[in-house]
């Protein structure tokens, strides 16, 4: 019984030798130019000429060598001033001197020769982690994964999977703060003409997009999956992309950068709904207003009705409000929805009330009407016939509207890679992928994706979701398949690591990964690139998952 069966669940059935593989397969072809490489990295297959690169611009032929273009990106807790951020692997000189690995364009990696190896003397295992970022990949799943990494932390023998997944079942959840309407929930979303997604529920504050998945990448035409793989590749590399949703707006996003509706940057991310923001500020309106009205296309707020405004036993105004009555105080569709005030699609916020109780309302009533940022306000006095007239608005209520603003956070795009690590990749891990996932849902596994932590969805497989602000520039790609290219991996206890039936015999020191890179040398990477882990994210090694 092999090292490897007797942790599988099926004691006492010895296992067969396992098949003598190649690290690459013979070419499909046999009249193939000898000069070019058949690159086995996704199911493409592509035969490059010396001095190219493949379809996907991340393999490349260098001197009849297939080599991955990209460095290899490892984190380190710090980072000292004019320190060398990228090195070669010692014993890849042949891809990585003064004929460096080749870009997608056939050039070189300027001066990555001209830096010195690592030396170990530098750092201490705890303050390194090597990500998935341009690791290379377990494709065509047959072989363990391009770097398994042991190292130590708090004197704990530690091992981590590191690779670069080929997801087809993934998608970005894209959070747009902004209460203007973007589209029907449903409505297509679309670029260069392409369907490339959906709108989603909206959530508080805030516009929801899925966008890319399956179905857009592999079930429409060949166009559909083209546009959606390269819009996929530039959101999750934190580029900007137009969009156009149907019945609804044109759209810039970009992650963490305000998104742009209809040509307009948004500013606020609204600090409530109506009827929130008439509660928050009730006191505040006090005494400086006999009405107020906040405008939103969710909930219209009123104050003399609003059990806040009873609470301080205002006198009631007599307004007379469009939309459809909830509770004492809160309207529901006041307007259509829109990019006018609130979300909706009005400019005029008269337009929203009927009239006035003649036997309630009075001449020289004051009334404020605003929106839930603050961006629109206007100040309005009732005339002698009970018409609001516009007036100057009082330094006092000037000052709480902008204090609504002041509560309001800026307007800003979330973008969130959402993937399925399926059993093809988990064969990277472990012979029997199951107990990968065993082990992930029994909390002695992370999971994190490029260094940054992704939370894991209950239920069935591994699900995964992280902030694509976390992790590192350029840790997209994509396959002409189409399908993303993105970075996973899973750390745990090297004995948990064992038990799952994990390759340990491929099992490198962290110093041995640092000189010398991944165990295989078809399309390894011939350098790495040393980041500092952002501020934001917890270093990875030690710690549980996040599970749902």
Not at 86 to 106: H, M, N, Q
Not at 121 to 144: I, M, N, W
């Amino acid at each position: 019984m092999t090292e490897h069966t007797k942790t599988d669940g099926l004691p006492g059935m010895d296992a067969p030798e396992l098949p003598q593989v190649l690290e690459r397969a013979r070419p499909r072809n046999e009249r193939m130019n000898a000069a070019k490489v058949e690159c086995n990295a996704c199911p493409v297959l592509c035969q490059i000429s010396e001095g190219r690169a493949g379809a996907c611009d991340r393999y490349a032929n260098h001197a009849g060598v297939l080599v991955r273009v990209d460095p290899v990106v490892l984190l380190r807790k710090t980072l000292e001033a004019g320190e060398v951020a990228l090195v070669p692997f010692a014993g890849r000189s042949s891809a990585a001197d003064a004929d460096a690995p080749v870009d997608a364009a056939g050039s070189t990696a300027e001066g990555a020769a001209a830096q010195p190896a690592w030396s170990g003397d530098l750092l201490l295992s705890e303050e390194v982690f090597v990500t998935g970022v341009g690791s290379s990949t377990t494709y065509p799943d047959y072989k363990p994964a391009p770097f398994i990494v042991g190292s130590k932390v708090d004197g704990v023998d530690m091992v981590t999977v590191v690779t670069e997944g080929i997801f087809s079942y993934c998608s970005f959840k894209v959070k747009i703060d902004t209460d203007r309407f973007l589209g029907p929930e449903q409505a297509n979303v679309r670029c260069k003409g392409e369907v490339v997604g959906h709108v989603t529920t909206a959530e508080y504050g805030s516009q929801m997009l899925s966008l890319g998945g399956v179905h857009h990448l592999t079930g429409g035409s060949k166009k559909e999956g083209r546009i959606a793989n390269e819009m996929m590749q530039l959101l999750g590399n934190k580029q900007a992309v137009e969009l156009t949703i149907d019945g609804g707006s044109q759209l810039v996003i970009q992650a963490g950068q305000a998104p742009i509706v209809n040509g307009v940057a948004e500013q606020r991310m609204r600090v409530g709904c109506g009827s929130a923001a008439i509660g928050i500020f009730a006191r505040q309106f006090f005494g400086q207003a006999d009405e107020v009205v906040v405008v939103d296309d969710h909930i219209t707020g009123v104050l003399t009705e609003h059990q806040a405004g009873r609470c301080l036993d205002m006198k009631s105004s007599g307004i007379q409000m469009r939309g459809r009555k909830s509770t004492p105080g809160r309207y529901f569709q006041v307007a259509n929805p829109g990019t006018g005030w609130g979300g909706t699609d009005i400019a005029d916020p008269l337009s929203i009330i009927e009239g006035w109780d003649a036997s309630v309302a009075w001449p020289g009533l004051r009334l404020l009407m605003t929106s839930t940022t603050g961006e629109h306000a206007s100040w309005y006095v009732l005339n002698e016939s009970l018409v609001p007239v516009e007036a100057e608005m009082p330094d006092a209520v000037r000052r709480i509207v902008e204090r609504i603003g002041e509560n309001c956070e800026p307007s800003l795009t979330s973008v969130l890679f959402l993937g399925g690590a399926g059993g093809s990749l988990r064969a990277g891990v472990t012979e029997n992928p199951v107990l990968l996932t065993r082990s992930i849902k029994n909390a002695l596994v992370n999971v994190t994706c490029g260094g940054a932590p992704a939370y894991v969805w209950p239920g069935g497989g591994i699900t995964v979701m992280a902030d694509v602000l976390r992790m590192p520039d350029n840790s997209f790609g994509t396959v002409p398949t189409p399908a993303i290219v993105a970075p996973i991996e899973f750390s745990m206890r090297r004995t948990d690591y064992e038990a799952l039936g994990g390759h340990a015999e491929q099992i490198r020191s962290l110093r041995e990964v640092l000189e010398h890179g991944a165990w295989h040398n078809d399309g390894a990477p011939q350098a790495l690139s040393w980041q500092a882990l952002p501020a934001a994210n917890p270093w990875p090694l030690g710690r549980p998952p996040l599970l749902g």
